[in-house]
């Protein structure tokens, strides 16, 4: 397996170990293929549209390709009521989940032989901090909800693996290890690509196949769904040069990013870059018509650098740093793509030429997100 | 890990040559000065090559692109420069060096080769053809040395005008491994290489000038692993390090040492060329 890497990242950001809300969006958007929805209809909060819930109450105002823009009415109407659910074994927990729409959730449970349970609180992009923020503030929700999944699966001992740079959230997990013998806390090297399963498994040293490792996130949408409730918020990480401040914000799922940046974020100049998740798995966008959806975890806005781009110098970190041994410099030449290709971005960071390797060697990916 | 740019590493390898560029002064410069065997002005020779080298690039630049650029082929060009015997002549070299830097860099979009080395084999026979070729600075044209090893190790050794120092070439490998970007298996390759079979030779004629050779160790760190010239797989530049070692060693045994290592990297770069060409080939 290959050495992981250290990311540099930019030392003058600094963020704030506490999250803002911005739960009163004046408009939320929700894609839908459903031609039966007409404009002024009227969408409760916690209501189902095919795969999305809608977090705000309020009427339809216009659609537009296949997109629902919802104004809100501030009236919070819903359609569920908040019962706390009991769940004793897998198949409760796995109607739940179902129950709740957290279907990619149930997937990764379902066929699965769980003997070992890991938490990871590791944002895999440098500029992120979800994971590390839904730790630091729910770590009570979360160890207790890991304690109800440990005896759910019946395992003896559940792990939350956190960065032993991430001070505030051990700090914080270490105050309630007492009351939860069972969950212990292993911090793992600040290295890129550290929380991807084969790595963490290895790292703990803990069989892959049947490790079943769980985001923050996943543990919240669990709370969530114990407490009836459904997940209709999200945490994004808001950073970058050209900003006063850095910020973590807790937002409907469905806002469009604009209103966000416009309530919250002081934009230093004019020329910009804005990236969607990343710089380094994440896509460029042009503008901020951004729909925040469970997916969006970070939202990095620098000055704009023009990109030299040099003809390749054969130096081959290309290949030295990719995960997965794939001869992206041969991708690259012949303009083909490699079905290996996980989109760390890694070879686009390293490569001192400034190729797009990413866009090429990933199928398409630059041109699908875009789209 | 910091990420780099080709402005940078080219920058961060010149860095590393200064040393050797002042080390060259101090002994093709200073020390000839002060025995009286050269004028004052020609004590910073090393440097005005170089200098006569960038302001070629430069030039080329200005005229081709409009705008100077830092890439590698300044880079090249200081090496150049810093590989030459210590008879070369000005005007020679500055002609030399100017047509044959223009007719690379046309031939270099359709073959590769390694550049750095084919430009100072040129000027050298080129050079040649007008003064003798030696390899000897005034100094040692006067003298017989037997070197030390510390000599040698210091750079005391005959060879080029800026290369001599064993010392400061290794230290520049120590840090360059240090770089991601660096190949540093190559230079161990070659000289491993090299040394073995040398030093088979060394316990028949006791010469440690040719088993310590500075010109050797010089181009094996800074012009063998230049990343264009040279495979980017780590197996194939092990691979060519040991061919460049063992060519080197039977030029140098059979012809000369110095140049022996430039003529290796020369035609394994070339070699390159032919096992990608075969590959095509067989595509087709």
Known sequence: MKKLVKIEVDKNLYFLNQINNFLDPTYIYLPTSNKEFKENDYIYKNMLIEENISSISGSIKSIKNSILQIKNDYKENSVSNKIKRNIKNKEDLLNLLEEFHLLSLKDKIENKDITHLIVSAIDEECYSLKEFMILANFYSDIASTLNTLLKTFNIKEGIIATKNTSEASIKNIKSILGTYPQIKLSLVPNQYLISREVYLCSYLNMPLDSTLILTMQDVLDITNALKGKYTLDTIITISGNNLGKSLIINVRIGTLLKEVINKFIEIKENDYDIYVNGLLQGYKVSNFNVIITKDIHTIVINKKIEVFQDECINCGACIKICPLNINVKKCFIEKRYSKKCIGCGLCNYICPANLPLKEVVKDGAYEEKNN | ?284
């Open chain 2, 1 to 284: 890990m910091k990420k780099k740019t080709t402005r940078s590493l080219v920058i961060t390898n010149i860095i590393f040559l200064v040393p050797l560029i002042i080390y060259g002064v101090f002994k093709n410069g200073y020390l000839l000065y002060a025995r009286n065997l050269i004028p004052f002005y020609l004590i910073f020779k090393p440097i005005y090559l170089t200098i006569i080298s960038v302001i070629i690039k430069f030039t080329f630049d200005l005229i081709i692109n409009h705008r100077f650029s830092i890439n590698y082929n300044l880079l090249y060009m200081v090496l150049v420069s810093m590989i030459m015997p210590y008879n070369i002549n000005f005007i020679i070299y500055t002609l030399t060096l100017t047509v044959i830097y223009f007719l690379t860099t046309l031939l270099e979009s359709k073959i590769k080769f390694n550049k750095v080395c084919l430009m100072a084999l040129i000027i050298i026979l080129v050079n040649s053809f007008f003064y003798k070729f030696t390899y000897l600075s005034p100094l040692e044209t006067k003298f017989n040395f037997a070197f030390s090893f510390l000599d040698l190790l210091m750079g005391r050794s005959i060879g080029s005008i800026s290369s001599t120092s064993i010392f400061f070439s290794l230290l520049a490998y120590t840090l360059l491994i240090n770089s991601y970007y660096y190949k540093k298996d190559m230079p161990l390759a070659i000289n491993l290489t090299f040394l073995g079979l040398a030093f088979i030779t060394y316990l028949f004629n006791h010469d440690l000038s040719f088993l310590l050779n500075s010109e050797i160790i010089f181009a094996s760190i800074f012009i063998a692993p230049l990343p264009k010239y040279s495979p980017y797989k780590v197996k194939d530049q092990v691979l060519s390090g040991v061919l460049i070692g063992l060519i080197t060693f039977i030029i140098a045994l059979l012809f000369n040492n110095t140049i022996s290592i430039y003529l290796a990297i020369f035609l394994v770069s070339l070699l390159g060329n032919l096992k990608k060409d075969g590959k095509k080939k067989q595509k087709i």
